[in-house]
């Protein structure tokens, strides 16, 4: 008989509002070992170690890989502190999880990508949505041809505003970058995802407004339009002046079509309500989900998948070069506004 592989164990960085339930995750997982924690503040240190009796907990990323014993290391620690964190923890020799976005510019993403190659570390990137019962779904669907070749997709989300982060980093531009960076980018890489048979995005065009002009590139209201050299398009839409959390997904393909929509009282209920409908042209059916679709939900996805990942049996759902992709589109899109015009998007992953 296979002797039973060790628990693949996990370094988390970061002990915030996500990273708790990253934790919670790995802790959940008989494959996986939550090995050590760290967060900087004295408050966020007692937290963890309350949350998790037995689990070493560290000051810094520095004292976590310096105790040694990780296969891994999962980022989720405010976004302008991902490119060095996650570039030590490879240089430690770990895999990584990176919570998007992976960094806040392109040359740091391509910075992660070639230095994860060089070093043979395997790099996840946190865009979980691809796990879900819901939206990874819709890709089965399309990857089927259920509803034909797809030519349009649109990704809507409309909720209230976001939350502070740790001592206010997601309303600090210099720490989160900016709000596109924030929720918006999952919805570029599904939408990129959906749209995979098409090639590379040719061009793009977005707007944004914001209801305080105190904070200007804070975009409550953002909307970008993608298209491909076959005229397929997508459509990125996001308001936070709004209230709860109710996310669209409408797709037209050759043939057939699909909408899903997913709605809580908060992005992290348990309880939500969801549904997905298809029609392949003649028939229009309410698909079954057999798991519940949610942010918690594919957390705990993902962190299975990493396990996965790091034994060598997986890819992850997303890698480095998605995560260059979505942050790259973001920022294309932050220029296009600035600008006030559509942008060619090049071919991003070239050597820059
Ligand atoms: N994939 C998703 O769906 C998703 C969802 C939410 C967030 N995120 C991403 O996850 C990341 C964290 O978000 P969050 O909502 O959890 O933020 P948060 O609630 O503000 O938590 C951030 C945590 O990071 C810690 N921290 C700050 N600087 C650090 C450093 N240099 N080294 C180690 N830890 C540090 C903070 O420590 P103290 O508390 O001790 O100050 C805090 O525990 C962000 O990049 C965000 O974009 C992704």
Redesign the pocket.
């Known amino acids: 008989m296979p002797a039973t592989p060790a628990p693949v164990r996990f370094g988390l ?8 339930l990253h934790a919670q995750s790995i802790a959940r997982l008989p494959d996986a070992r939550l090995a050590g924690i ?4 004295a ?3 007692a937290a963890a170690a309350a949350a998790h009796p037995g689990v070493p907990v560290y000051p ?2 520095h004292a976590l890989l310096a105790a040694g014993g990780l296969d891994i290391v999962d980022v ?4 302008h ?2 490119l ?2 996650a570039s030590d923890a490879l240089a430690a020799g770990c895999d990584v999880l990176l ?3 992976m960094a806040l510019s392109v040359a740091d993403c391509r910075a992660l990508v070639v230095k994860a190659r060089a070093l043979g570390r395997k790099l996840a990137v ?4 691809r796990l879900s019962s819901q939206w990874g779904e819709i890709r089965r669907l399309i990857d089927r041809g259920v509803i034909g070749e797809p030519q349009y997709v649109l990704v809507e989300l409309s909720r209230k505003p976001y ?5 206010g ?2 309303y600090d531009p210099a720490r ?1 970058g900016s709000w596109v ?2 929720e918006p980018i ?1 919805f570029f890489d599904l939408a990129r995802w959906y749209l995979e048979g098409a090639g590379h995005p040719v061009e793009l065009h977005a707007l944004g407004n914001s209801r305080d002009p105190s904070r200007p590139g804070l975009y409550d209201n953002f909307s970008a339009t993608f298209r491909y050299a076959n005229g397929a398009y997508a459509v990125v839409s996001q308001t936070l002046a709004a209230f709860e959390h109710h996310q669209t997904v409408k797709i037209a393909g050759r043939r057939g079509a699909i909408w899903a929509g997913w709605s809580g009282a908060l992005d992290r209920t348990l309880e939500p309500s969801f549904f997905l409908k298809v029609f392949d042209g003649e028939r229009l059916e309410n698909v079954a989900l057999a798991r519940h679709s949610g ?1 918690v939900f594919e ?1 705990r996805e993902e962190i299975a998948r990493c396990v996965g990942m790091v034994r060598g049996e997986c890819p992850p759902a997303a890698n480095g070069e998605d995560g260059l992709w979505s942050t790259a589109l973001c920022l294309i899109a932050e220029e296009s506004i600035r600008q006030g015009r559509p942008l060619p998007v090049g071919d991003l992953l070239a050597p820059g």
């Open positions: 960085v970061g002990f915030g509002a996500w990273g708790q760290a967060a900087p503040s408050a966020s240190r810094d990323h989720v620690t405010p976004s502190t991902h060095e964190v919570e998007k976005p946190g865009h979980e949505l939350r502070q982060g740790a001592s980093w997601r989160v960076l924030e999952h942010e957390l």
